[in-house]
């Protein structure tokens, strides 16, 4: 009877960490206590409604196929430069050195990385979006986990509305509109 209890607690732990993805390992075993912060959000929660204040049938339809919401920040009041870059430099590595793919990735003049990068399901969903921030004075990184149609995904609305609800700079038009 030990043996097969072994063998089951055994099956059902490589289960549930074959089902984490590279990121959540690392965010599971990383040290909180350098200034970063992050925030777990249930995209059905009144707290994410309140939080990034979107609306409307194309939000509701993306929200329906979102499992959850990870904010991580920290900015120059918070956390030194070294520890931004260091969390964003292994962020980095993992995203690019896993199964993830960079639908897109700027590097501009004044030093600001930004990137989004998603990994798919065998059905050809999207199961994670990872948006990646890091700037002079301020790191954020959003990640979205679910099981996502990227052609019914509102991107322009739900990324506008992440990013210019968490201190980025470029924050115009109505994030509702879905583009």
């Excluded at 194309?58 to 990870?70: E, G, L, N, P």
């Excluded at 996502?148 to 924050?171: T, V, Y």
Aim: proline letters at 3%; charged letters at 25%.
């Amino acid at each position: 009877m030990r043996t097969f209890v072994l063998i089951f607690l055994t099956l059902f732990a490589l289960t549930s960490f074959g089902q984490r993805s590279p990121l959540d390992r690392f965010l599971k075993k990383y040290d909180w206590n350098q200034g970063l912060t992050m925030k777990e959000i249930n995209p059905g929660s009144t707290e994410f409604s309140d939080e990034f204040k979107m609306k409307g049938e194309a939000f509701d339809q993306a929200m329906a196929s979102i499992d959850k919401v990870r904010i991580i920040k920290g900015d120059s009041a918070s956390s030194s430069p070294g520890i931004r870059n260091a969390f964003f430099n292994e962020t980095y590595d993992i995203i690019r050195d896993k199964d993830y793919a960079a639908l897109i990735h700027v590097h501009a003049n004044d030093g600001e990385n930004v990137g989004l990068y998603a990994s798919k399901r065998k059905s050809g969903n999207i199961s994670e979006f990872i948006f990646l921030m890091n700037g002079e004075n301020s790191l954020l990184m959003i990640q979205i986990k679910g099981d996502i149609d990227i052609k019914e995904f509102p991107f322009g609305g739900i990324m506008q509305a992440l990013s210019c609800g968490h201190g980025h700079s470029n924050c115009e038009g109505d994030p509702n509109s879905g583009d």
